[in-house]
């Protein structure tokens, strides 16, 4: 049982930070007091004046291990999430074996059940991602996984994603989409621009995302009920004109940012030479500036509900490469929220909006809203950050560094993180 | 060692030449041979050409920068010989030599005639002309790619009838084997003025990128000889500047 004391701790009902105090016993919250110090006959941690608020949980995340340790390891994965202030984070079926059976669900579960933040596995839609075949959807969705994604593909099939929709909807789980037309996206080497014109890159159009987006919410509308529908990493202007008309609709589904759609445009590109372009392809690749701000607008209101950073470690050997044949993706757990901080700032988003969905709203969608609020009760997962605080980024926790943020400063600095009650990253004055 | 992993006669015969006539011996690699057949990759392929101590690589891909990627996994010095539709530097001195050659101190005005957008040897030129602030602009071909390469580069996009007006025309081949479509009609003894010269890096596809009429050998208004001579004495400084830079 520890007392913690800080002149700035989170007040959800005042939206503000407001000087107070919190118990933690056996793990979670037990009571919060606010304007004051805690009780005389107890002793607590002082956080002095550091702001104390929720820490994240992430719906999107590439965690290697199995057949590819050499990028990432589940235990270095949890060290940079630790540092990253993420608790909770859920990971993507695109690991080598593929986890596209209930045997290597299982699996991936008892490997990742003694870390000190919590991993949640996605399953596959379709065996090996090919998009032929559908996994054993109905004993998959049976067992504690976040949900069904192929996503580093998209579902071209309209059939199986229907049928997929009615099937994780049915569920409570998400349906996690990676929305790209293969058959128009070249490749996804950067976003066609004048930008890649002048660096002499064939651009993948917005189109790829635009169409497959607009094809899936027709389709929703056809389906009883498509809550399940999430959007992973939203990257386009016109797809999110498309979401708030449909949220507009009474249309059900999540959608997420990522620090790299959100802090970045296509003409950034330019600043890397030749050997580093590779490190700025993802897919979806990084747009205009429009389509940042429009993603900015959309997060303000509402349509974007959650940050995810969409980790994916790749060594040197896949990225120092052309960028045509380099791997797609880069890591952001490490200074996960120093950089959606940093989309805080630049948008001017509220604190309630910002914590919605940096932690309430990914973890409800993971249905942990009753573990996962900032209430008693509740797990004590919690950071101790500075939110204004200058650093410069030196990525060292995660095996792999492929990041267009190598030694960018940005505001933002989590001081220390607990999860469940205990410390995992930082030190105590 | 020559590394021709795309079809050439020029660069890839020119080059050998230049090479020779210094006293350069060429390792000529070529790719239907390599293990890359067997699954193995660039990375490694040119790695493991590097233990047996070129000089130098010159590299044509169609991939955009790997001759750069190849200097970084390799640390030989690199001539980069055309990479994807990214740049073909040495065919831009070429050129910009023969240019310079005619008059040296002429800032001059030149049109591009074809597909800027999938050329290599336009992204090169582009830069050094560019750079010598002469006066670029590109034909209106009706295509997005066109006018989104001419906002980019920041030169003007001209109706075919104002080629009238520039020194030179510079008809590029139309890159099929990169999905480039014939969007003009051939260039023409028409659409050429009694001052302006025409120029093309080959291969010409005859009646295609121009009439056969421009293609005669003696036509007094072109340059693609001068280019070809020229081809043999710029490749061979390059050669002999990059030799030199290694062993400095």
Redesign the interface.
């Known amino acids: 049982m520890s007392w913690f004391y800080s002149k700035k701790v989170w007040n959800p009902k005042r939206g503000d930070f407001v000087s107070g105090a919190f118990e933690v016993k056996g793990g979670r919250f037990s009571q919060f007091i606010f304007g004051t110090l805690p009780p005389k006959n107890q002793k607590w941690i002082d956080l002095g004046g550091s702001h104390v608020g929720p820490s994240c949980v992430d719906v999107h995340i590439h965690a290697r291990d199995f057949e590819e340790c050499h990028k990432e390891t589940f235990e270095t994965l949890s060290e940079a999430a630790a540092k990253g202030g993420v608790s909770v984070g859920a990971c993507l079926a695109n690991t080598f074996p593929r986890m596209d059976s209930p045997a290597r669900v299982q699996e991936f579960l008892k490997r990742v059940k003694n870390l000190p933040i919590r991993l949640i596995p996605f399953a596959a839609v379709t065996e090996n991602l090919e998009g032929k075949t559908g996994t054993n959807w109905n004993a998959l969705l049976k067992m504690p996984i976040a949900g069904l994604s192929d996503d580093g593909k998209p579902i071209l099939n309209a059939e199986i994603f229907g049928s997929v929709l009615k099937a994780v909807s049915r569920s409570g789980k998400i349906l996690s989409l990676h929305e790209e037309d293969t058959t128009i996206s070249k490749g996804s080497l950067l976003h066609e621009s ?2 890649s ?6 651009g993948s159009c917005s189109g790829a995302e635009i169409d497959m987006v607009s094809r899936d919410l027709e389709i929703a509308k056809k389906v009883k009920d498509s809550s399940a529908l999430h959007f992973a990493h939203v990257s386009t202007g016109e797809a999110v004109r498309l979401l708030k008309a449909a949220k507009k609709r009474g249309q059900k589904f999540s959608a997420e940012l990522t620090p790299h759609h959100g802090l970045l445009s296509v003409d950034h590109a330019e600043e890397f030479p ?2 580093k ?1 590779s490190t700025f392809k993802v897919c979806p690749p990084i747009r205009a500036k429009e389509d940042q701000e429009a993603l900015w607008a959309g997060l303000r209101d509402g349509v974007i509900d959650m940050f995810a950073s969409d980790h994916a470690p790749h060594s040197l ?1 896949e990225k ?6 380099a791997a797609h993706g880069m890591i952001g757990l490490e200074f996960y929220f120093p950089l959606i901080n940093e989309i805080r700032l630049r948008t001017k988003l509220s604190w309630q909006k910002f914590f919605e969905a940096a932690a309430e709203r990914p973890a409800s969608r993971l249905s942990l809203h009753k573990t996962r609020r900032w209430a008693v009760g509740a797990d004590a997962s919690f950071i101790v950050f500075n939110p204004t605080a200058v650093q410069k980024l030196h990525w060292s926790r995660s095996k792999s560094a492929n990041t267009p943020f190598q030694g960018a400063s940005v505001r933002g600095k989590v001081e220390q993180h607990w999860i469940n009650g205990v410390r995992v990253y930082g030190e105590t004055r | 060692m020559l590394c021709f992993f795309e079809a050439s006669t020029r660069t890839e015969l020119s080059f050998e030449m230049a090479g020779l006539r210094l006293g350069m011996a060429w390792s000529k690699v070529e790719p239907s041979g390599l293990s890359l057949q067997k699954g193995e990759s660039l990375r490694d392929t040119f790695q493991v050409l590097s233990h047996y101590k070129p000089d130098l690589f010159v590299v044509r891909h169609s991939v955009a920068y790997l001759p750069h990627a190849v200097s970084e996994w390799t640390g030989v010095p690199v001539i980069n010989a055309g990479d994807g539709i990214n740049e073909h530097p040495t065919q831009a001195l070429i050129d910009t030599f023969t240019l310079w050659k005619m008059n040296s101190k002429k800032r001059y005005s030149i049109a591009f005639f074809g597909d800027v957008f999938r050329s290599r040897v336009a992204r090169s030129n582009l830069k050094i002309w560019k750079a010598l602030n002469w006066n670029v602009s590109v034909v209106d071909d009706g295509s997005e790619n066109t006018k989104n390469f001419a906002k980019a580069f920041g030169i003007r996009v001209i109706p075919r009838r104002g080629i009238r007006e520039a020194d030179v025309i510079y008809c590029l081949r139309v890159q099929a084997e990169r999905g480039s479509s014939y969007a003009l009609s051939p260039l023409s003894n028409s659409d050429l003025s009694k001052k302006s010269k025409f120029m093309h890096a080959g291969p010409v596809v005859m009646g295609k990128d121009m009439l056969l009429e421009l293609c005669e050998r003696a036509h007094p208004q072109s340059l693609i000889h001068e280019q070809l001579k020229n081809s043999l004495p710029v490749r061979e400084a390059i050669l002999d500047e990059v030799l030199k830079r290694a062993r400095a």
Request: hydrophobic letters at 45%; aromatic letters at 0%.
């Open positions: 004048h930008t014109c002048r660096l002499g890159i064939e030749a050997m372009l050997l120092t490469q052309p960028m045509e044949i």
